[in-house]
């Protein structure tokens, strides 16, 4: 019997004893990489976390100051708990201003400002992005520079005009005001994704007929409706925090709003942190509120822009 060429059988040999050695290395590459993979998740967990409780310590001071009597806060400061759970400090704080009327104040400013401002960032920004009207360049740059000035410098001109027509002391001021500041930004942003929508879309809208407004109401609104949600829901929260311009317009205790009520409870003298810890908490609830009814809208349209 042929016991075949002996250079072929080492060969063989040594190719056998290669594979285990080649799979111990696959093995010991797979359980670093592993081992360094849980690592990297545990170090970023850990930072997330510091965030999170960076980011939730003033909302921490606020809760337990707000239920302390100002000789705890004297005595033990603001960062131990209250010996004795009260609520003293949203008492005395309700009690000095018309909670209801500066609630449904903001609540209107807000929501007003939220749904006028999207809708004529939509029509503009479908004017600009799909009509591409003539100069739309230069009145994009336009929006961009009015978002960036100062809220300091219309102080003069706003207060003046809004004097001039009779709106001075009015909710429907600052309404005018932040539906057309927020629907600069809107209009700035909403353009600039209006202007990479699909064009063949649009011309099998016109071939069956749709004019300019069908195409916006069934084909455009569809397709840009989380985006819109996701538009109307940070008006609302920026339109909400605004203190510079209806501190100025505003000027009535019955036609203010949440924060600056909040604003006038520090006196010359003396200051209440208890007090304002209370009213922080009250003016901070709506827009929590808000955030947790429209969270789920808020991922639906960050998701939907991710995948367009």
Not at 111 to 130: D, K, P, Q
Not at 209 to 219: D, E, N, W
Not at 223 to 248: D, K, Q
Request: proline fraction near 5%; aromatic fraction near 10%; glycine fraction near 6%.
């Amino acid at each position: 019997m042929s016991t075949g060429n002996p250079k072929r059988l080492k060969r063989g040999k040594c190719k056998k004893k290669k594979i285990p050695v080649l799979k111990k290395e696959k093995m010991e590459r797979s359980s670093a990489s592993s081992v360094r993979n849980a690592v990297i998740k545990y170090c970023v967990l850990v930072l997330v976390l510091l965030v999170a409780m960076l980011m939730l310590a003033p909302l921490y001071l606020v809760v337990i100051n707000s239920f302390k009597d100002p000789a705890d806060y004297s005595i033990n400061g603001p960062v131990a708990f209250p010996e004795n759970w009260t609520t003293g400090a949203f008492n005395r704080y309700l009690g000095a201003v018309n909670f209801p009327r500066l609630l449904w104040n903001s609540v209107l400013i807000s929501g007003v400002t939220a749904l006028v401002g999207t809708v004529i960032s939509l029509f503009s920004a479908y004017a600009l992005g799909i009509g591409r009207i003539k100069g739309r360049t230069g009145l994009i740059f336009v929006l961009l520079i009015a978002t960036m000035l100062p809220q300091e410098a219309l102080l003069y001109p706003l207060f003046y005009g809004a004097q001039g027509i009779g709106l001075h002391n009015s909710v429907w001021s600052v309404i005018i005001i932040f539906s057309i500041l927020q629907a600069a930004m809107g209009t700035y942003l909403l353009a600039s994704v209006m202007s990479t929508f699909p064009r063949e879309v649009l011309e099998a809208a016109q071939v069956d007929g749709a004019g300019r407004f069908r195409v916006l109401i069934s084909v455009v609104y569809p397709i840009m409706r989380p985006s819109l949600a996701v538009l109307m829901v940070f008006f609302f929260v920026w339109t909400w925090n605004e203190f510079l311009i209806p501190m100025i317009m505003l000027v009535g205790p019955d036609s203010q709003t949440l924060p600056i009520a909040l604003a006038n409870l520090k006196g010359q003298n003396t200051l209440d942190v208890t007090q304002m810890a209370a009213a922080s908490l009250l003016s901070l609830l709506p827009t929590l509120m808000f955030f947790a009814f429209f969270q789920r809208t808020l991922t639906r349209g960050v998701a939907a822009g991710s995948v367009k």
